[in-house]
């Protein structure tokens, strides 16, 4: 729920390319890189909040890291659901996929759109160099064999 | 435009569609099992019984339908590969009328020799070594052929959906260029005995665990093949068959229709047997609109795949029809067996009917990942060079 005026991601390229580089959950940090709480946020407590950008433990990112999908066990190591928790159990394993920032409800939009644009790699694109051309098949043809054997 | 089969395949077709309904079709029950626990159930025929029906095959003058004559196949065109394809899938007996991957059909004279015409005559198994543990269906090659001196070593581990057997050798896909070049892979073939190279798996399984397709693991532990073995030329693994693999794709697609067909065929009984508040279910509408939206897509699938035959038989190329074959007889397969479940009403999967099986093994090529996105890829490509379709 950040704030409707969000960090310009220009300020912070240098500094969010750097996180996004480091083999390690970047969504803490970029949730310390934007806006913080918005003053209509839902939290029942009497505080003004607006501007603090701490994690709200919702867990989302664990639930999405695909780290953790291949070694369920690693969640083991701790209750909690909070972007620190998933930094200190997926550490430098981390993919840099990337889908921690995307479901984090307190990183901006602006610094989502970067990541989007400028980092995650479009699924699609990998199509290209399985399709072949006039000349070359597919690769997919000889997967077929492979896959349809009697 | 004509819509008549020709006369020959025709007799063709007839001739496997009485194979089919006075040999196979009595068998199924062996395969599927009598037993309600599917205790009895197996994944192939037995060996006696098989070894009658592929006599009986070879007696037709049909073995090899696809395999081209000069490599002593029967050497049918794709639509009549199509046709045979499209009355085989009619029954789950695995039973081929001597089908040998296309890889193989690059092999020089020596080659044809030692493993071309074994595998074409049952005396060996190829094992198809292209997919790895690691990789999935991503299709990369990790596995490493190095050249030392006059042959070659190979590092790396496979898995096959290939049939098991006694004598086999495996057609192994390694990177002997840059890891990730296209260019950079090549085809070997290696005996069984090579040294380093070990098969672990493929024991014919019986009973309920026969449902399941479990693949072999090959290991090549610095496994040392000859330089003549190398199939194709090196660096070029993936120009293989390359006259004759996209045609796999429509007789894939006649096995959809053939699938469908079948289904068609088990829904109409049910509809006319099965009765509810005192009256045959084919009475009622909805069983009707089932039946005549299945009749519809298996028509236009058939029509397809027959034009997009046609078509790879006069030489043209055929690389959207294929896409657009595989992309719609997967979706029409789809949608059938929804009418068949709404039909049964039940789900059409329950083990032990010929439903579930018959869709598993028509659907599995199209199971991998982005299989159809990449074939909307293909028609797209077309459409956006301002082809008109």
Known sequence: MPQRIQTDVKTIEAILNEILNTKSPPVGRCRLLSSGFNPGHALNITEDISGHKECIGCGNCIDICP?????????DKTEQRTSMALESIVGEDCDRCGSCILVCPQVDTTIKNYVVNHRMVEVMSRLGQRIGDEDELDLDLFLEEAIDQA | MDFEIPEDLKMVQSLVKDFVSDQLRPLERDILGRAGDLSDARMFLPEETENKLVKMAMDTGLWGVGVPEQ?????LNTLGNCLVEEELAQTIIPFSFGDVSPILFDCNAEQKEKYFLPVLNRQKYAYLAFLEPETGTQSNIEMKAQKIN???VLNGRKVTFSRAGKDYFAVAFAATGNKGNREGVSCFLVDKDAPGFSVSGGEERAGWRSQTREPMSL??????????????????????GKKWLPSRRLIRGARCVGVAQRLLEESTTQAQSWQSFGQFISKRTSIEAALAD????IHACRLVVYEAACKADNGQSIRREAAMVKLFATQMLHGVADSVAHIFNGPAYVAGLPMEKLCRHALATSATELALELQRSIIAQDILKGLKV
């Open chain 2, 71 to 75: 490599l002593g196949g029967a050497g």
């Open chain 2, 219 to 240: 290991v090549f532990d610095h496994c040392e093949v000859p330089a003549e073995n190398i199939l194709g030329e090196e660096g070029k693994a993936f120009h293989l």
């Open chain 2, 150 to 152: 006059n042959h070659y």
């Open chain 1, 67 to 75: 780290f953790l999908f291949r070694e369920p066990h690693r969640r």
């Open chain 2, 294 to 297: 299945m009749a519809v897509g």
